[in-house]
Every structure is written in C-alpha cells, then in structure tokens.
C-alpha cells in the first residue's frame, strides 16, 4: 500500500500491482456509461457499487470500508441508507461520478434539509450565546482539521459529563436502574403515559413537564410504584425494544425489523512500542479475503498508540482486534474471554508478525451493539414515523443508533435536532429523513459558509 511521501508512479504502480485494486481502474473508467435502472427505490450497497463500479470494488474495498463502520455484509444493507447523497446524486445525474464533480463546482450544491436546518439552528445557537471558550481553546481550528476525535478518560467521559452537568438543572431527573413496562397515549388527552416495568433500563429521565405517564411494577424510592404523565418522551433505547413496550401491542411494528450485529472488542497493550512495522490508523478486512487469512472473522485492527497519539503516558503500543459482526448472524453462542483473546493474537501473528505476550489483554463481547440498515430500511422508518404520529399525536420520538445512523455524532446529531425542533414548537418524530439525502435542497456556497462561522 503507498505510504505518506509515496510518488505518483508509486500509486499508479500499487494500482496495478496490489490485489485489492483489482478491477479499480476499469469500474472508474466504465461508471459513467453505467445507467441507473428505472423505479429504483432501493438495492444493497453491494449492488449500488457492484452496479457502478463492478464486483472487485464492492468486494475488496466498499466491503472493508462497511465493516469497520457497520460490522455488517455489503449486499444486506440498504444502499439509499448508507449511502445517502451519493445514491442521490447518481438519481440526479445517473452517473456517481460526473454527479459528484458537478455537485463540487456548483454554486448551489445540493443539501440535504437536515443539513439547511441544523445550520440555521447552529447559527441561531452561535448568535445567542458566547463562543469565546471554545474559540479560545482553539476547538473549531482542531476539529476542522481531524479525521476523528477520542476522549482523554475514553468515550465514557462524554456520558459522565452529561450526567454532572444534567445533575445541576434544577428540573432534570436522573433515574437509574429504572426499568420501562409499557408506554403508551393516555385516552381523550395529549398526555403519554409510561409505565415503569421489569423489562428496559431508562439511562436518563428528563422531566420538563409531569404529563407522560411511567408505571413501575415494583416501588422505587422516587417513583414511588406509580404512573406518571409527561407532555413528551424522547427514547434513544433500540427500535425493536421500544416496539414491545409501546402500546397497543406492535403498533410501530417497522421498527422491530431492524436486526444488530454483535460485536467482540479485543484491546491488547504490548510494552514494545515498536512492535508496529507500518503505522497509520490500522487495517480493514474485506469479505474477499480467503477464509485461511481469516478464519477468526476479524473484522480490522485498529492501531491505537497510533490513532489517538497523546492520550497514553506509559510508552508501549495499543491494539485493537474486532472481531464477528456479520460474519456471526445466527449464531447462539459466542467466544468467551480467554477464546477472544486468543483468536484476537492469532490475527495479529498471523497478519503482523506479532508474536509477543500482551502485558494486558481486555476482552468485551457486545451484543446487538450496531443496528444494521438492510434494504428498505428508509421506507420502513417512513412507515414507523406515520405510526407515531398517529399512535402517539407527536408525543413520542426517537433519536439514536437504530433510526438515523450508527456513531456517536449521529446519535448526537439526532438528539439535538430533536430538541431543537421540540424547542420550535414542530411536530416531529425524529423519522422525517432517516437516509440523510431524501430531501434536498440546492444552497448556495455563501449560505452554507456564513451558516457555519
């Protein structure tokens, strides 16, 4: 692979030379005499690139591209999903890449309504409060010039300043250990009720207004073993548990069509920290990769000591194995610790030559942990926001990872957007547009720009 100070002959020559390039070349060359076929409205990222740039692409890069991000199999999940204003794009131009050029060069390119809105509301926020702190510490400059970002204490840090900054809000409660029964409108009012239960945990409870009603099965010290009323519920919990719980009983039936992957997370720490013979953010594997490369179903490595410079003060190297995803759909029972641990150095001696003892190995299996958008999730999440709006009059929303997009800034990203809205008074469910690029907008450079300063 070229490395940084690679020459233009350099690149060209990997091209030609590495297998996974193969057929890049010729699918670039033949994309834009590719059309689009009549009433599409949806097909499997594999097909999207499959179609547009062959096969080789899909399977050796879009493929480990999709895994690190998804955990999930290219020709499962939903391409207007994932792809979002790129598969806009080819509907627009039916070509990806003459579209995209055209899009870059263009005064008013198009944005997707999500985007106009969260910059009006950005610039609103930026005009009514002080952003000198963050200025101060340079956070804008940084960010702007960052592929990705961590926490100093890790990404739990995040959690646990929310909790100490809800914590000081003389109207927020924090109930832990609060289990959900049921949720559901209250008859003849615009009142939810909720009832606390013995099936989900409520991470947090914001009570701005005593009007959707929660139950608990069983006292709790605040709760007191009551229904409680609150004019709104934003739930962040997963698509398909908020389904069970909702009442009448599968009223947002769509959203328990939503499968997860399950994910095991393997952290190594090597007191060599030169263990590494190439650096950089880590590798991807792809499906194309021949079972005896990868008989574990690793998914990547991620080169820790090397993506997130500066977080550790113990010299040494940090690695991260990821294991499963996809490749472990229907499986009843996963690896255990000492197995995952093994598996994850099997991978590492096998790909890097690591044949050293990790001075600390941590393993974690994470079940359900990332919603997988199959085809047709866009029209499913259309069908569920009709569902809220006539179950719930606009009373129930949802944000985080199984509606809108997976990572953590999508997950922020929705939340904000909801109460922002919730904040302008708008009925919404947080399901106007989950693919991100179903409606657009054309905006010119001048707005986007004086929108975001």
Request: net charge negative; hydrophobic share 40%.
């Given at each position: 692979m070229p490395g940084p100070g690679s020459s233009f002959l350099d690149i060209i020559s990997t091209m030609f030379s590495e297998p996974v390039f193969k057929g890049v070349?010729?699918?670039?060359?033949?994309?834009?005499?590719?059309?689009?076929?009549?009433?599409?409205?949806?097909?499997?990222?594999?097909?999207?690139?499959?179609?547009?740039?062959?096969?080789?692409?899909?399977?050796?890069?879009?493929?480990?591209?999709?895994?690190?991000?998804?955990?999930?199999?290219?020709?499962?999940?939903?391409?207007?999903?994932?792809?979002?204003?790129?598969?806009?794009?080819?509907?627009?131009?039916?070509?990806?890449?003459?579209?995209?050029?055209?899009?870059?060069?263009?005064?008013?390119?198009?944005?997707?309504?999500?985007?106009?809105?969260?910059?009006?509301?950005?610039?609103?926020?930026?005009?009514?409060?002080?952003?000198?702190?963050?200025?101060?510490?340079?956070?804008?400059?940084?960010?702007?010039?960052?592929?990705?970002?961590?926490?100093?204490?890790?990404?739990?840090?995040?959690?646990?300043?929310?909790?100490?900054?809800?914590?000081?809000?003389?109207?927020?409660?924090?109930?832990?250990?609060?289990?959900?029964?049921?949720?559901?409108?209250?008859?003849?009012?615009?009142?939810?009720?909720?009832?606390?239960?013995?099936?989900?945990?409520?991470?947090?409870?914001?009570?701005?207004?005593?009007?959707?009603?929660?139950?608990?099965?069983?006292?709790?010290?605040?709760?007191?073993?009551?229904?409680?009323?609150?004019?709104?519920?934003?739930?962040?919990?997963?698509?398909?548990?908020?389904?069970?719980?909702?009442?009448?009983?599968?009223?947002?039936?769509?959203?328990?069509?939503?499968?997860?992957?399950?994910?095991?997370?393997?952290?190594?720490?090597?007191?060599?920290?030169?263990?590494?013979?190439?650096?950089?953010?880590?590798?991807?594997l792809p499906r194309s990769l021949p079972f005896k490369q990868n008989p574990e179903r690793a998914l990547g490595v991620v080169f820790d000591s090397d993506a997130t410079i500066g977080q550790d003060v113990t010299p040494g190297t940090k690695l991260t194995v990821m294991l499963g995803g996809h490749w472990w759909d229907g499986w009843d029972v996963y690896p255990d610790e000492e197995e995952g641990a093994y598996m994850a150095r099997s991978v590492l001696a096998r790909h890097l030559n690591i044949l050293d003892e990790p001075k600390a190995t941590r393993v974690g299996l994470q079940r359900n942990c990332i919603p997988q958008y199959t085809v047709g999730h866009a029209d499913r999440m259309h069908d569920a926001s009709k569902r809220l709006l006539k179950h719930f009059e606009g009373r129930l929303m949802v944000a985080g990872n199984s509606y809108s997009g997976v990572g953590l800034n999508d997950c922020v990203r929705a939340a904000y957007e909801l109460s922002w809205n919730l904040q302008c008074g708008r009925e919404v469910t947080g399901l106007e547009d989950p693919a991100g690029g179903e409606r657009m907008m054309r905006r010119t450079i001048t707005e986007i720009t004086s929108a975001v300063r």
């Amino acid at each position: 692979m070229p490395g940084p100070g690679s020459s233009f002959l350099d690149i060209i020559s990997t091209m030609f030379s590495e297998p996974v390039f193969k057929g890049v070349l010729y699918g670039l060359l033949m994309e834009p005499f590719r059309s689009r076929p009549e009433d599409l409205r949806d097909e499997s990222v594999g097909a999207f690139i499959s179609r547009r740039f062959g096969s080789d692409v899909a399977d050796n890069i879009v493929s480990a591209v999709i895994h690190g991000i998804y955990a999930g199999d290219i020709y499962q999940l939903s391409a207007k999903s994932i792809l979002g204003k790129l598969y806009k794009v080819e509907e627009s131009y039916d070509t990806v890449l003459f579209g995209t050029y055209g899009e870059s060069i263009r005064d008013d390119p198009l944005v997707p309504l999500r985007e106009k809105q969260l910059m009006a509301s950005l610039r609103s926020q930026t005009m009514q409060q002080d952003a000198g702190p963050l200025t101060e510490l340079g956070i804008f400059d940084r960010i702007k010039k960052s592929s990705v970002y961590t926490f100093k204490k890790g990404i739990g840090q995040l959690a646990d300043a929310l909790e100490a900054t809800l914590n000081e809000i003389p109207n927020v409660t924090i109930l832990k250990n609060t289990p959900i029964e049921a949720l559901e409108l209250v008859p003849g009012s615009s009142d939810s009720k909720v009832n606390f239960g013995t099936f989900f945990d409520l991470a947090f409870s914001l009570r701005c207004l005593p009007q959707i009603m929660l139950s608990p099965a069983k006292k709790m010290d605040v709760m007191e073993n009551k229904n409680h009323l609150y004019s709104h519920v934003i739930s962040t919990i997963a698509g398909k548990t908020l389904n069970l719980i909702t009442k009448p009983k599968d009223c947002l039936q769509p959203l328990a069509l939503t499968p997860s992957v399950t994910v095991m997370v393997v952290n190594l720490y090597y007191a060599n920290p030169d263990i590494l013979r190439a650096h950089g953010f880590g590798y991807l594997l792809p499906r194309s990769l021949p079972f005896k490369q990868n008989p574990e179903r690793a998914l990547g490595v991620v080169f820790d000591s090397d993506a997130t410079i500066g977080q550790d003060v113990t010299p040494g190297t940090k690695l991260t194995v990821m294991l499963g995803g996809h490749w472990w759909d229907g499986w009843d029972v996963y690896p255990d610790e000492e197995e995952g641990a093994y598996m994850a150095r099997s991978v590492l001696a096998r790909h890097l030559n690591i044949l050293d003892e990790p001075k600390a190995t941590r393993v974690g299996l994470q079940r359900n942990c990332i919603p997988q958008y199959t085809v047709g999730h866009a029209d499913r999440m259309h069908d569920a926001s009709k569902r809220l709006l006539k179950h719930f009059e606009g009373r129930l929303m949802v944000a985080g990872n199984s509606y809108s997009g997976v990572g953590l800034n999508d997950c922020v990203r929705a939340a904000y957007e909801l109460s922002w809205n919730l904040q302008c008074g708008r009925e919404v469910t947080g399901l106007e547009d989950p693919a991100g690029g179903e409606r657009m907008m054309r905006r010119t450079i001048t707005e986007i720009t004086s929108a975001v300063r």
